[in-house]
């Protein structure tokens, strides 16, 4: 096969592709506020929703940010993102259940945050929330899945949420428009390595 028909049948490949892709646009003909899942054992879920946080505010868009479970404050993610005048960020967590080992105070905390939630969920100038690890608190069950869902149910049109953590229970799944689960290859802390600063901290 000479260049030449090389060419043109990566053009048909190319032009039959684009009639598919462009039907596919046209059928979504709709706006609303998403609901997306970051979940899975992988690494990048919190670095996703962030990276999704950033987009919003180049749009110019109000957003806010609930940690749960973590209880630092030393992250390069919270450090870039406090500096910017659109950011709301709370750290809600006292550290993973494994350093708290108090279920009665993680079940306070739990909520303590969630109230804060609740208040973002209901704020009409509040374009994009990330509920960042929420799907531990859920899973273990400190908050109700039934109330968060209807809480993030009840939130503006437009307001765009993000829950990440490892196992999302099958309702939040559900519930959600797009769902992401990032798989476990490899990981560099099982050779030894510590977090490194701007890749896990």
């Known amino acids: 096969m000479n260049d030449t028909d090389k060419q043109q049948r990566h053009r048909a490949r190319m032009q039959r592709k684009k009639e598919v892709i462009d039907a596919a646009v046209e059928t979504a003909d709709r706006d609303q506020g998403l609901l997306l899942v970051l979940t899975g054992n992988g690494k990048g ?22 940690q749960f479970i973590k209880g630092r404050s030393d992250t390069g993610e919270e450090a870039f993102f406090e500096r910017q005048p659109n950011v709301t960020w709370h750290v809600l967590g006292e550290g993973f259940t494994w350093d708290t080992q108090n279920l009665e105070k993680d079940i306070k905390t739990a909520n303590r945050g969630w109230a804060i939630v609740r208040e ?3 704020d009409e100038s509040m374009d994009f929330v990330v509920l960042d690890e929420l799907t531990y608190p859920l899973k273990f069950g400190w908050l109700d899945t039934e109330q968060v869902l209807a809480d993030i149910a009840a939130r503006p049109s437009m307001q765009h949420v993000v829950i990440t953590g490892r196992a999302a229970p099958k309702a939040v799944l559900e519930a959600a428009d797009t769902v992401s689960e990032i798989s476990d290859v490899k990981h560099a802390y099982r050779d030894g390595v510590r977090a490194q600063k701007g890749v896990d901290l």
């Open 45 to 66: 879920k919190s670095s996703s929703a962030f990276g999704m946080l950033a987009r919003a505010l180049g749009h110019g868009m109000r957003a806010g940010v609930a």
């Open 120 to 122: 973002m969920l209901k």
